[in-house]
């Protein structure tokens, strides 16, 4: 469903939010999202207080509010799936202009729509802000299997290799004359995506070799250690306790 | 396609968080098994493969299209616990690098793709394999016939999770009906563009794909006797 996922979403800058280390960013906006999650659908007050705190964060990193806005549309077939619900759900019928809704579904569509979108701006908070290899890092601060951690390093160091692969057998097909337009094209696109493979396997096989000649022995060295200060935690714990405390405040009053 | 936070409550998530840890847990023992030493750069590209191979657009008409959604592919291509790695590798990067699935719903969407998807796209791969004839050509076939199953079966899953722990209550049939219904047909589409792409990787590289090692290994060279004049 919906178009390809495009690059990362990185955007160059110096703000506050940019020089968090990764993991401290990565653990804030986290237990941001779980209060959020963990919050009843219909204390719609308490939304709207995510969604200041969310925005306030958003605004602190520089980020162009254009660049936030275009990279929402990852959420748009679930806001139809959101908009859908108040129609199939069960439960008593209210009725809103001319149709006749359930009123557990309208409640539910707007939890939905309220967390998902609150989710996204916090993820594209930490998205924007944190370039890749510090995300990386910042995994590996977090105690993430070794593993993992090597193989999304290598996934994104030759992130920008295979896209640009990618484009230039697009260049390549579309210089012949080839336009995808109906189902006929799919022999040929298959046949890329089986090109890709081969040369994605094989780059994998000669990048091992490389390394291995380099004195790999299963494990790669850790050249960049991610430092946090006491500061740099209270900075960010300032998203998920206010969070928390405006859901404290809820089960309270 | 990716669940975005707030679609399953809390304990459903932490729950599908759980299965995904020991899930991802128990593919970094297996993997070393497919790659040795040469799991990390391998499943990087392999990943990152996948991750690209989703950015081909697939028209379907009308100016509409779709894309490949890559678990029973990379099962087939590189077996199992790599294509368990490879596929939530690219769904962390995803989530954490480009916004697309909710950072509290990671667990499940792994769950869902890296577990469901490619090891029911690979269950049904090697039975498909087990049925059809013994031959290189079947391969194609039989990975068409994982995809086909694991798209709507993943779709399927997700319903009764949404049943268990979805935020609304909607009934079951409804909604499983309307999801497997609306995969069913994307699942045709997964199964060609997996076919087609396997069987293009076959023709030239054969030994890559290891769905299909039992059946080149099988191959005996044969010496053709010709006379040259």
Do not use: C
Not at chain 1, 59 to 85: C, N
Not at chain 1, 88 to 98: D, I, K, L
Not at chain 2, 38 to 58: E, I, S
Not at chain 2, 184 to 205: D, H, P, Q, Y
Request: glycine share 10%; aromatic share 6%; hydrophobic share 55%.
């Amino acid at each position: 469903m919906g178009a390809g996922h495009g690059h990362g979403l990185h955007y160059h800058g110096h703000s506050v939010v940019h020089r968090l280390p990764a993991h401290v960013k990565l653990v804030a906006i986290l237990t941001f999202v779980i209060v959020v999650v963990a919050t009843p659908n219909r204390w719609v007050w308490a939304f709207a207080g995510y969604a200041v705190l969310v925005l306030a964060a958003a605004g602190a990193t520089r980020v162009p509010v254009g660049y936030f806005v275009k990279r929402m549309v990852v959420e748009v077939p679930f806001v139809v799936f959101a908009l859908l619900m108040p129609f199939v759900a069960r439960g008593p019928r209210v009725e809103v202009g001319p149709f006749s809704v359930s009123e557990h579904g309208l409640v539910g569509a707007f939890g939905l729509l309220a967390k998902a979108t609150i989710g996204v701006v916090a993820a594209l908070t930490l998205a924007t802000t944190t370039e890749p290899r510090d995300l990386v890092a910042g995994l590996e601060r977090l105690r993430l299997p070794r593993q993992l951690v090597e193989i999304m390093g290598f996934m994104v160091r030759y992130l920008e290799v295979v896209t640009d692969d990618l484009r230039r057998m697009k260049v390549a097909r579309e210089s012949r004359g080839f336009t995808a337009r109906t189902v006929s094209a799919w022999p040929v696109l298959a046949s890329s995506a089986g090109a890709l493979f081969i040369k994605s396997y094989e780059r994998g096989e000669r990048v091992h070799l490389a390394m291995l000649s380099r004195g790999y022995q299963g494990r790669m060295p850790v050249t960049r250690q991610l430092h946090a200060t006491a500061a740099d935690w209270r900075l960010a714990s300032l998203l998920p306790v206010t969070a928390a405390l405006v859901l404290a405040a809820g089960v309270l009053l | 396609m990716h669940v975005p936070d707030g679609f399953l409550d809390v304990p459903t998530s932490v729950a599908t968080g759980v299965v995904a840890v020991a899930g991802v847990g128990l593919a970094l023992r297996g993997a070393r098994r497919e790659l040795d030493d040469r799991t990390a750069p391998l499943a990087g590209l392999v990943a990152l493969f996948v991750f690209a191979a989703q950015m081909l657009n697939f028209p379907i008409g009308a100016g509409t299209s779709g894309h490949l959604l890559g678990g029973a592919l990379a099962a087939v291509l590189v077996g199992p616990w790599t294509a368990t790695l490879a596929i939530t590798v690219v769904l962390l990067v995803q989530g954490t690098l480009m916004a697309d699935g909710g950072l509290t719903a990671l667990g499940t969407n792994i769950s869902l793709m890296a577990l469901v998807g490619v090891w029911v796209g690979w269950g049904v791969f090697t039975l498909a394999r087990r049925l059809l004839p013994k031959q290189l050509s079947s391969v194609p076939l039989a990975a068409a016939v994982g995809a086909f199953v694991s798209v709507p079966v993943t779709a399927g899953t997700f319903a009764l999770l949404f049943a268990v722990g979805g935020a609304v209550d909607i009934p079951l049939g409804t909604l499983v009906g309307a999801m497997v219904g609306v995969h069913l047909l994307i699942g045709i589409g997964e199964a060609i563009i997996t076919a087609l792409a396997v069987s293009a990787i076959i023709a030239t590289r054969p030994d890559l794909v290891y769905g299909a090692k039992p059946l080149v290994t099988a191959r005996t060279l044969t010496i053709r006797e010709e006379q040259t004049a």
